[in-house]
């Protein structure tokens, strides 16, 4: 389980800092990445990174949940979710609509597993609203483009964080 959990960061570290690196500025969501890569190999690049990156996230959610609750269909779910948003850009174009709901379900999903396994790290949440304060605040209203891969993110951090807590304890 820490090996998934540690191959999971490395990969969502990586891939997301070389997409920043390449276009220098923060990407509007990791699901809206694959929209901005041509056509065949890169595509089918991201949707494989994505696969990856969901299992061993999930992976360890199943088996936390399982042992704790006897629920490991809710950390399921989400996988499944994730693995529909990975392939559906490589077959289906016109229905992009469906690949956000996905995502947006899946998303959701992921922060009832984090209720479940370790409620506090729901306060991440605190912090991006915190931080979406600060934006409008400050009058940098160009940055609130970028709220869905921070949400994102957020998502990301929670889960991870959850199991990390239950590796811990």
């Known amino acids: 389980m820490t090996v998934m959990i540690i191959l999971s960061i490395l ?17 509007e969501s990791i699901s809206a990445m694959v929209y901005d890569l041509p056509d065949g190999g890169w595509r089918w690049v991201w949707s494989i990174w994505l696969l990856l990156v969901d299992v061993f996230t999930f992976a360890p ?39 956000y709901i996905l995502s947006y379900i899946a998303g959701i999903w992921s922060q009832v597993d984090v209720w479940l396994m370790c409620p506090w790290w729901l306060f991440v949440w605190l912090a991006l609203i915190v931080f979406v304060g600060y934006l409008l ?33």
């Open 61 to 99: 959610t199943i088996e936390i949940l399982e042992e704790a609750h006897s629920i490991g269909i809710m950390g399921f779910v989400p996988m499944v979710l994730l693995g529909f948003v990975a392939v559906w850009p490589l077959f289906d174009k016109e229905h992009l609509r469906w690949h």
């Open 11 to 27: 990969l969502v570290v990586s891939y997301v800092g070389i997409t920043i690196w390449r276009k220098k500025e923060l990407p």
């Open 137 to 169: 605040l400050c009058n940098l209203k160009q940055m609130l483009s970028k709220v869905v891969i921070l949400m994102e993110m957020t998502c990301y951090i929670g889960i991870v964080g959850a199991i990390v807590w239950h590796l811990i304890n």
